[in-house]
């Protein structure tokens, strides 16, 4: 289901009708368990306004009357923003993330908030306290985390847009795991206000859709400077489809050879490999590239994720709005057995590895030296797309995992994150569409761009999703 098939619904029926029929959609699907709360009356209510603008030729934009899914770690003021923990089970918020409230004044409408990986910590969608999310395309498959629940939002049919947040390859990898397109922007595209915060230097809001056309609006509403988050940049953050159209002849692909090396599944390279000869044909120039410090992106980020979680987390203590233990007598009580009850072991074993990396004759150790190789691993990039327009790669080392497997073997679902993460390390904008599928899954392609240039990985992407 894209934007288009949306609209004409609309202008055959009503805004109203769409959205009643987007809930019956979610109570049959139910089963996938995408959704951690949803928003009926609210979205009704607005699906009335949307129709009673379009009667009197006022529309907003193209996303109006559009029915979206937010992740639920993006705040929305009198709904429930979770986090998919125990220790945020009933927090209402009272304001709204500024990516959705510039959705929102676009037209979009929210029906519901998607269940995701405990405060976005996880590559599975397997660590949330309200349950595992199930894989449309094989549910007995995980479907990518962190934010799987919008990925499977979209891959079901229930919405045709949905809102996710990327921290080490969090959009990328359920894009890839449900045969769905994901992106994420630059470092600064997207304000961060209302984002319920992970690793504040890696954390991006980015969206999910079934074709790459679909992502122009939103980026192009969605963008922009905002005055309450700081590292937004000063940039034009119209027209993200500029490019599109111009096809993908005489563009230089570069392959990174120390992505096709060990350590990716020899079927799904071949996958790839097939689907990057067809752009070949259609003109596209591939070439060998270079990214020598990639081996140690995947140390670098968790030590760097890991401490700034354990400081941003601090915060959920028991005091003020968060889960509080009843079996507490005394303050120290309050905050260990409150934290110790509230978050799930992947969210404790992160913040006690973080704690670590930051502690006293640790920190030049681990800390400062992660950040070092942070910016080598941004130089390298620079390096290489001196020699080419973009760079093409795997968004997994292969198939999306057996349910259960990465709770037996931590390991797997880090390694699952090996070709994503050194892309928020840089701050680099990717974006993934299935190009290929092996065994009943879908095999997802990743593009990484130069920074702030999303309209050639969206030319691009829309380029091969036509051959593909």
């Known amino acids: ?138 549910k007995d498959r995980v479907p990518g985390g962190s934010s799987g629940g919008s990925a499977v939002a979209v891959a079901s049919e229930t919405v045709a847009l949905a809102l996710g947040s990327d921290t080490g390859g969090s959009i990328r990898q359920p894009a890839a795991c449900t045969g769905t397109v994901g992106i994420k922007p630059t470092y600064g595209r997207v304000s961060r206000y209302g984002l319920v915060a992970y690793a504040s230097s ?32 000063a940039r034009s953050a ?44 259609e003109g596209a120039i591939l070439k060998e590239v270079s990214l020598p410090s990639i081996r140690y992106a995947i140390e670098s980020y968790y030590i760097i994720a890991t401490a700034e979680a354990s400081s941003n987390l601090s915060r959920f203590d028991g005091i003020r709005y968060t889960h509080r233990s009843k079996e507490a007598k005394n303050l120290m009580e309050t905050y260990a057995m409150s934290r110790g009850e509230g978050f799930g072991s992947e969210v404790k074993l992160r913040i006690l590895l973080g704690n670590y990396v930051l502690s006293s004759g640790f920190y030049d150790a681990y800390y400062v030296q992660a950040q070092k190789v942070r910016r080598i691993i941004t130089e390298d990039f620079d390096k290489a797309f001196l020699e080419c327009d973009v760079i093409a790669s795997p968004a997994m080392p292969g198939l999306p995992q057996p349910l259960g497997k990465c709770e037996e073997d931590h390991l797997s679902m880090v390694l699952s994150d090996l070709y994503t ?21 879908s095999i997802g392609l990743q593009w990484i761009g130069k920074s702030f240039d999303e309209a050639t990985l969206l030319n691009i992407g829309d380029a091969a999703e036509q051959v593909f």
């Open 421 to 441: 993460v050194s892309v928020n390390l840089a701050g680099l904008p990717g974006l993934v569409q299935p190009c290929n599928k092996l065994d009943g899954c």
């Open 238 to 281: 119209a027209n993200f489809g500029k490019h599109i159209g111009e096809g993908i002849k005489g563009k230089v692909i570069g392959l990174p050879r120390e992505y096709y090396a060990e350590g990716l599944d020899k079927k799904c390279r071949e996958a790839i490999e097939a689907a990057l000869g067809k752009l070949e044909k």
């Open 202 to 233: 890696l954390d991006q809001i980015g969206a999910f859709s079934s074709s790459v056309k679909d992502l122009v609006p939103v980026l192009d509403f969605m963008c922009g400077q905002d005055a309450r988050d700081n590292t937004t940049v």
């Open 1 to 138: 289901m894209n934007l288009s098939d949306v609209k004409k619904k609309i202008e055959a029926s009503s805004t109203v009708a769409v959205v009643e029929e987007v809930f019956k959609k979610i109570e049959e699907t139910h089963d996938l368990n995408a959704y951690i709360s949803t928003c009926k009356d609210r979205a009704l209510k607005a699906a009335a306004a949307t129709d009673e603008r379009h009667r009197n030729g006022k529309s907003l934009s193209v996303l109006d009357g559009i029915p979206i899914a937010v992740k639920d770690n993006m705040c929305i003021e009198g709904i429930k923003t979770t986090c998919a923990s125990r220790i945020l089970e009933n927090f209402v918020s009272p304001y709204t993330a500024t990516a959705v409230a510039k959705l929102e004044a676009a037209g979009a409408i929210v029906v519901g908030k998607t269940n995701m990986d405990e405060f976005a910590m996880g590559s599975s969608n397997e660590t949330s306290y309200f349950g595992k999310v199930l894989n449309p395309l094989a």
